[in-house]
């Protein structure tokens, strides 16, 4: 969405200075509980529409006198709804399953400001599966560069210190180094937004720099959670939401699902190479991990999810969020019916 677009949608004339920036915007916002000001709904997915590529630009071949009939030009397959990759190297392993999806440039095209969502929930070293795997976030920065675009950065919300957690996952010093940056977010990066679709809660603070990138990508770790039995992409979501996110955690499942009909990643990394099967989210000790040694990458959370429950010996429907989900049409989670393509590295 277009700044200008985005300020309009405050619907308040007293709006009108921050039409040169959105982050001004995000000041002007007064949080107090009786004057707090809730932004008009608008849909998340902040990609904004590609350059028609050369498949869907193609004029068609005239037909009459003198002329040929078009020839019979083979329609290419769709992409599969997952893609589903094992091997030793985390990194291959992200790069065969996006290739396989149609390759980081049916998402990121040249110029793109591209936002990633791993999470960082505390200040854990990989190797305990409380954290996104680093050589996976290191892979995903390149390959954004790599597909053109102009800007990656990368935040969560973690319980602890930020910047200590940042840096004990081993994110941090992974997404500098392959070019991007980090960001410590603050109370001046949320401002409350519209939920037109839920069904308790109808706003929420979400952080703005995830619907200001053009591209959005979750990148969850798959772990087991006290209250919600698993964590993977819809539960990541909370590292977006500001005020007091234990509210969230009475009537989880209505809530998550609400979380989920208003924000929908234009691309979804679940990292498996590592998962925490036992003591989650924050862990306990390296007998509670499991290399699965997989990654799962699609566009629909709830899909995702669902193909993650198998990697932990559940089923979807043991989780009442992604029933949940189902139910109200934010995804498929009858994996009979997706087309899943499954490969090794």
């Known amino acids: 969405m277009e700044r200008r677009e985005f300020c309009r949608l405050l619907g308040c004339t007293a709006f009108a200075v921050c039409a040169g920036s959105l982050t001004g915007c995000a000041r002007l916002l007064d949080w107090s509980e009786s004057q707090r000001t809730t932004l008009q709904a608008r849909e998340f ?3 904004k529409p590609a350059a028609a590529s050369s ?54 095209k040249r110029g793109a400001r591209v936002a990633l969502k791993p999470n960082i929930l505390t200040a854990r070293a990989p190797q305990y ?20 675009a102009a800007d990656v950065v990368a935040f969560d919300r973690p319980t602890s210190t930020a ?11 992974a997404v500098e180094g392959a070019g991007g940056r980090m960001k410590v977010l603050t109370d001046r990066d949320f401002e409350r937004i519209a939920i037109p679709e839920g069904k308790v809660l109808d706003s929420w603070p979400f ?20 209250l919600a039995g698993l964590t993977m992409s819809m539960k990541n979501l909370m590292g977006i939401l500001g005020g007091t996110r234990g509210f969230i955690h009475q009537n989880f499942t209505q809530k998550i699902v609400d979380v989920n009909s208003l924000v929908k990643p234009n691309l979804v990394v679940l990292d498996a190479y590592r998962i925490l099967t036992a ?15 997989t990654v799962v990458v699609g566009t629909n959370q709830a899909s995702v999810d669902a193909y993650g429950t198998g990697l932990f010996g559940m089923k979807p429907t043991d989780l009442a969020y992604l029933r949940r989900a189902a139910e109200q049409g934010l995804g498929t989670i009858d994996l009979s019916k997706l087309d899943i393509a499954e490969g090794s590295s």
């Open 45 to 47: 997915r902040p990609g």
């Open 55 to 108: 498949e869907s630009s193609a004029t068609t071949t005239p037909v009459g006198p003198g002329s040929q009939p078009a020839t019979d030009t083979p329609t290419p397959a769709p992409p599969p709804d997952l893609a589903v990759w094992r091997g030793d190297d985390p990194a291959a392993n992200v790069r065969a399953a996006i290739e396989a999806l149609g390759g980081m440039e049916r998402f990121v």
């Open 129 to 148: 599966a409380v954290t996104t795997n680093p050589a996976v976030m290191a892979t995903l920065v390149k390959m954004a560069y790599e597909a053109g």
């Open 163 to 173: 910047r200590n957690a940042y840096e004990v996952s081993g994110i941090a010093a």
């Open 207 to 226: 952080a703005v720099p995830a619907f200001d990138a053009d591209v959005f990508i979750n990148v969850p770790i798959a772990k087991t959670h006290g």
């Open 279 to 293: 003591n989650g989210p924050s862990g306990g000790d390296l007998a509670d991990v499991k290399k699965a040694r």
